[in-house]
């Protein structure tokens, strides 16, 4: 199958070296807002500005869009599902149905299908919610992120001032983990459930008591939880702090019996060295699944809900009965 | 949909427990090969010898059966597909392409849907297995089961001569789990994954060492494990050994990056009280989906790996995306 990359960030960059490595893929183009020429791919596949993608129309067998949830994905996936076959990882839960009925609207007027909100979180950890509930529909869910390192907060951290970089950390509160993992059902608050570590860069002279003052009463970022800021210098953050992990957990524990007697715990859990390139790497699983459901005649929006889990393997499904069940 | 439930063994009464818990499944009845008189059920739904089930041709939206591995189900099956929507959980890993074939064979000519093998292995296990290695294709998986009781374990001891009853636990090797979830990709053999814990009754001026050695060599079952016996009164195995309990983790390990840099660790694992009841709220929500795909227009065989995870939920796509995703 032919993809092509739109956007060339760490999520693009991440769906280039999946692709690089998917037995049945091979990467048709780079396409970017920018100039073109200043677009520098690893795999020296060729850079396209946008505006080319019409040209590209029949080329293209899916085209995975690598944009921002909050003003890029809203806008592109529904007018390029006009043109494409379509995959985004839009991440914002609360707004994902009228990002699917945009989508929905122009893929099914266009006979192209799209997959919006594949990754991990949502995707991998809603496939895992919805198995769990449905399996044991008497029990109680419960998604833990972390240890890993939290972009949108770490950016939120920088535009205070007098800081210049910083790096966030959300880590689960172990007391929790184990009460939940023991199938003790608590109640947790959101300060219950999560605490945030930053490691943050001063500026010379910064007020550093006012920049953990600002930080720890930050509107919806932190003011919930328990927040430690550690004030380290710029070597220290390049070298203890390059990374971006990132993972969690999703348990759901529920009872079975009569007398709901006997408990369960089905749990599900991540631990990603990098987080760009884990969520790239199901993308290009939920592209195959899309190429292949193409084929078959179907259009409009979905999501990894929507996807029969052998579509996602290159292997065929003698293969799969043989050596996967 | 209209279940009902052929055999009525430790599974079939929980999936007895499971339609009365799910909210959109009734109960047809039980079919049994016994004298239906002899059996009694749970919830007073009505037991009917099998001999009866061609009366319930279109009263039944699927049949659940609940019979053996070894040789009811590679007859049961097949035979039933001609009239019904069928369910069972064959978990002989070996031959199940052979049994797909003949219960495809049959459902396909006879328009009825059939899915085999659900359950947890296989089923939610292979289910993990797949999606793991679509996602990272550069990686190794390892399947860990326990600690759980072996039934087939456990009754080849009682084959034993001397033996009034028995309970063997399969239990992973906690440096083997260690090893795998730090991604060290360890080769292991099938003596560095698993111990054997058994716990035995013996007759009463039985003898032992006879007894722990016939065990500890039993070609297949035991010899290859490092295996340990314990001796204890029948009043010990009531109280301490009554439950089922089984559970285990699907861990795949694997790396992406152009020079495999950065690590992986995909972990699903399940602690289970009862092990026959969740494996039959799996089969439940599996007969929920396949109802829903029959009505599709869907037919022939299918397994775990075909079905789209939505048809499991009884909640609607619109709920799903909303809440879950």
């Known amino acids: 199958m032919k993809i092509a990359i739109y956007g060339y960030g760490n999520l693009g960059k991440g769906v280039e070296c999946a692709v690089e490595h998917a037995p049945d893929a091979e990467l048709v183009g780079v396409f970017t ?53 379509v995959l985004d990882s839009f991440d914002t839960h609360a707004t994902i149905p009228e990002h699917f009925d945009a989508v929905d609207r122009v893929a099914k007027e266009s006979g192209h299908i799209a997959l919006i ?26 998604t833990f992120w972390g240890r890993g390192v939290s972009q949108g907060h770490s950016d939120a951290i920088r535009r205070i ?18 009460a939940v993992r023991a199938g003790e059902n608590p109640t947790l608050s959101v300060r219950q459930k999560h ?53 969690g957990s999703v348990i759901r524990t529920g009872t079975t019996g009569w007398n ?14 990098s987080n760009p390139e884990f969520t790239s790497s199901v993308l290009v699983a ?27 393997s290159p292997l065929s499904a003698e293969e799969l009965r043989a050596h996967m069940l």
Chains 1, 2 share one sequence.
């Not at 029949?58 to 592109?76: F, N, Q, R, Y």
């Not at 007098?162 to 929790?176: E, H, N, S």
């Not at 078959?296 to 990894?304: D, L, P, Y």
């Open 286 to 312: 939920f592209a195959r699944a899309i190429y292949k459901m193409h084929k078959r005649g179907i259009n409009g929006c979905h999501t990894v809900f929507d996807v029969a889990p052998a579509d996602l």
């Open 161 to 178: 001032d007098g800081v210049l970089d910083a790096r966030q950390y959300t880590v689960p509160v172990p007391a929790a983990l184990e």
């Open 117 to 142: 909100s594949a990754g991990w979180d949502p995707g991998m950890f809603s496939l895992n919610r919805l198995y769990a509930s449905a399996v044991l529909p008497q029990g109680k869910d419960y």
């Open 33 to 85: 807002r920018r100039a073109p020429e200043t677009v520098k791919t690893h795999s020296d596949v060729p850079v396209y500005n946008s505006s080319k993608l019409s040209e590209f129309k029949d080329k293209i067998d899916v085209l995975i869009i690598c944009g921002g949830s909050a003003t890029d994905l809203p806008e592109m996936t529904p007018a390029l599902a006009a043109d494409f076959n």
């Open 260 to 273: 709901n007697e006997n408990k369960h715990v089905i749990e599900y859990s991540l631990k990603l060295d």
């Open 195 to 247: 605490t945030r570590e930053c490691y943050v860069v001063a500026e010379d002279g910064a007020d550093l008591a006012r920049i953990e003052q600002e930080i720890k009463t930050m509107p919806n970022y932190f003011a919930d939880y328990d927040t430690t800021v550690n004030f380290i210098s710029m070597e220290e953050l390049r070298r203890d702090h390059a990374g971006i992990p990132h993972g």
